[in-house]
Each structure stands twice: as structure tokens, then as C-alpha cells.
């Protein structure tokens, strides 16, 4: 009589994946995970520590990435939101949410201070907020760039038309991060006011990816009403898209939302799902989110543990931070750029590994130019 974790996983991650040393050479021969349907629903469904998914995982993200762990500065430049999504703190109906835009300058001085401290990405995250246009925002993102030629620019703020993002990418931005946050269309519905579709979700993804973007996408782990069913479909439509950064954290509850009553995601399952992800995608980008390191005090650690090989400390002014509130109890709100930035570089040694400050190019990405 079995239990799940004496399984077994697949032929598809035996011994000769993982326990070659790590060359440039046989990288190329790190074979992904294709787990059926059943043997995802059967390590989902599983009620054990995974201590063996995740040793796995372990071992196929040091064979790549080695014991590196990328560090992107966070820019929350703005908590506008035109749009109404059920689980969101800064979604357009709260009108409890105290709102903030930086400016051009202000942004430009979060890229010094990030630049000084050691990053080399700059991520700037907002509301759906059409205050920043494309003209306004094209002069930002070329600013940033005239100032740090040798850094990638991230851009994560939502949904857009194809000429938008071409803009975006014609100004300079590198890399686009836009979370399809489940891939079950009936889930979708229930996350989701009705002017906001799926299907355009997926046709942004795929834009941004065509126009050359380093793409990345991601979904919360326990939403409402999301289903075993529904995270099998979220990893199915992430084979598709094929996204060089994959970000995941759990759902955590506003206060100010539709979702008030709802319980936050796991934590042990969020880790589950980054081991996985770790071993379908062995050569994603992988970050352990703030959202991890919110439902747990070492939940960052743990997830860098489970194949996760990304940090994304905040560069945003000290006084906004609480401001851009997703969802309640966000850490990180009352630090100033560097102490984050040294409190993680103990957290990542504490769990065995090493702050780099490479660009961190994503390796799916380099591959697929070739
Ligand atoms: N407007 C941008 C950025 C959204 S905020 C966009 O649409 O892409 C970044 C991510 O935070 C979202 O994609 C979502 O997955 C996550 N998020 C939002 N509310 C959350 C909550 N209550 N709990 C956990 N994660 C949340």
C-alpha cells in the first residue's frame, strides 16, 4: 500500500537528469518532467511533505543555475487600477485604497538607488493606471535605459494592445510579466468582472512573446473556487506558452475585496507547485515571491528550497509602500532599499545559496534565439 511520495515520480526525472555534474555541455540533455494528468493530480492531491519532488527539483535548478539566485528590483510606481478583479486590494472599487503615482524622476532615482545596491533588473509593476500612456511611459523606459545600458527592464503593468507592447519593446523594455492567473475560463469568470476575458489574457501573453519579450506568467495557488483541475490546466497552458519566468504565490485575502471571506492559499502547496514548475521548466525563471514570504516567516527560503531562483526585493520609495497593498500583511513595507536587500542576502545564504548580480538572462530565452 503505497502512499504518493514512495512513488515513483516518472522515468521522465530519473537519476541520469539530475545527478551529472554541472557542465555547459550535457545542460542541453536536462529533460522536462511531462507528468500525465493523473500523476499531476496524484502529487497535487497528496497529503506528504514532498520532500522528494523537491530534492529533485533541488537538484535539476543547482545542475543549471548552480547555488545563483537572481535578484530583480521591485518599482510599485503606481496603485491605480482601472480594472475590478475580485481579489485584489487595489482593485478600482476600493475606495479605501490610498492611491499613488511616482513620478518619472522618482522612478529614475529607485533605478540609482537599485543600480548602486547591485541590480541589474529593474521590474516596474502597476495598476492597469492610463495616466502612464504610451507616450509617457515609452520616455520613462528610455530614460531608465540612457541611464543603465547594461540592465533589463521588466515591465509588469497588465493588459495592452499588441501596438502598445511593440512600443514598450521599441523603447527598450526587455522583459514583460503578466500572470494569466488560471487558465480555467469558467475560473476565470469567477475571479474576474465580466469586461475582463481570458482570451484576451492569453492573446497579450502570446503578443508579447512574438514581439520578443522575455515573457513571463504565473497564477495564484489557492484562489476561490480554483480546483485541482484548474491548476492541471494552469500548468498545461504554461507547456504552451512556453514563459522564460514563471511566478507563482498563494492567494492571500483583502479585507477591502469581494473575496473578504475567503481563506488564503497554502503554503505547502505553493511550494508543491514551485517544485513541479521547477521540473517541467527546468530552465525557467522561478522567483519565491513576497507573497511566500508572507504566509510564512521563511516561506522565501523555502521556496528558493523547492527550485525557485529568483528575489524580487522592493525598490519603491518607502512612504508609498504600504499603499500598494494586493492583499493584507505584505512584508517588506517599512524597509528602505538596502536593508532589504541585506536582510535577503542572509535569508538566501541561510537557505544554501548565493546572491548574484548578473542580468540573469533567462536561459529559455537564449536558447530559443540561437
Ligand atoms: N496590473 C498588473 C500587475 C498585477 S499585481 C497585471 O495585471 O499584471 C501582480 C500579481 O499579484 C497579480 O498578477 C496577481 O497574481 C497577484 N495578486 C493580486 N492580488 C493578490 C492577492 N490578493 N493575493 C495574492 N496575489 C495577488
Known sequence: NMRNSDKPLSNSITETNVSEPPSKKNDAFIKKFEPSDTELKDILESSDSDTELKAKADAVRRRIFGDKVYIRGLIEFTNYCKNDCFYCGIRHGNNKSHRYRLSKEQILDCCRDGYGLGFRTFVLQGGEDEYYNDEIMCDIISSIRSESPDCAITLSIGEKSRETYKAFFDASANRYLLRHETADYDHYSKLHPRNMSLENRK???????????????????????????????????????DPDMIGIGPYLTHRDTPFKNQKNGSLDLTLKLVALLRLMFP????????????????????????????????????????????????????????????????????????????IGDSPNFKNRRI
Do not use: H, W
Not at 327 to 349: D, F, P, S
Open 283 to 358: 530552465y525557467a525563471l522561478i522567483p519565491s515571491t513576497t507573497a511566500l514570504g508572507t504566509i510564512a516567516p521563511n516561506g522565501r527560503e523555502l521556496g528558493l528550497k523547492a527550485g525557485a531562483n529568483v528575489v524580487m526585493p522592493n525598490l519603491s520609495p518607502t512612504d508609498v509602500r504600504k499603499d500598494y497593498e494586493l492583499y493584507e500583511n505584505k512584508i517588506c513595507t517599512g524597509e528602505e532599499a538596502a536593508q532589504c536587500r541585506g536582510c535577503l542576502e542572509q535569508r538566501v545564504k541561510s537557505a544554501g545559496y548565493r546572491i548574484v548580480t548578473d
Open 203 to 241: 492573446r497579450c501573453l502570446f503578443d508579447i512573446k512574438e514581439i520578443g519579450y522575455q515573457v513571463g506568467s504565473g497564477f495564484m495557488v489557492g484562489s476561490p473556487f480554483q480546483t485541482t483541475e484548474c491548476l492541471i490546466e494552469d500548468l498545461r497552458f504554461l507547456q504552451q506558452l
